[in-house]
């Protein structure tokens, strides 16, 4: 095991847009108990969405890349997030959320199931600090230090 330390890793080089900091998210390996968590999640998966293929990859982040407003969630949902690919899409939090949403106007349509449903957003973008599901929902100081560049980016 490492030492506990407090130093970050700077990317390489600063991605030059948001669809490129995302391209850089999803291919993120910096957490091993945390892929392997959401790999076997994936793997496993709950009878309910037995027949999803689940995403199983850390979660990018999502929305209007001019917005004003943002939404930071702390992880993705082990059946949620993990499981759609998108942040609060496919669980109870997105359920609360979408609906409140769309009713503001930040949202196109009052429900997400997936990141291919259709759903745009206004003048928001929705991220996380950790962009892998933990086990237990959560993410240890080392794990959210690590995923920090992105948040940063």
Known sequence: MKPHSNTIEPMASPPQSLDQLNE??????????????????AAVRRRAYAEWEYWG???????????????????????GSNRTG?????????????PILHEAGFASQPRGVS???????NDLWIT??????????????????????????
């Open 86 to 98: 998108r942040p609060f899409t496919g669980d109870g939090s997105g359920d609360f959320l979408f």
């Open 128 to 153: 996380s600090v950790a962009r892998c599901a933990p086990p237990g929902n959560k993410p240890t100081p080392e794990e959210l230090r690590n995923c920090r560049p992105w948040l940063d980016a």
């Open 115 to 121: 990141r291919d449903d259709g759903m745009a957003l």
């Open 57 to 79: 990859r850390p979660v990018p982040s999502f929305g209007d890349p001019w917005a004003r407003v943002l939404i930071l969630g702390l992880a993705p949902g082990g059946h």
């Open 24 to 41: 850089l998210i999803v291919k993120c390996e910096r957490c091993p108990r945390l892929r392997e968590h959401c790999a076997n999640i």
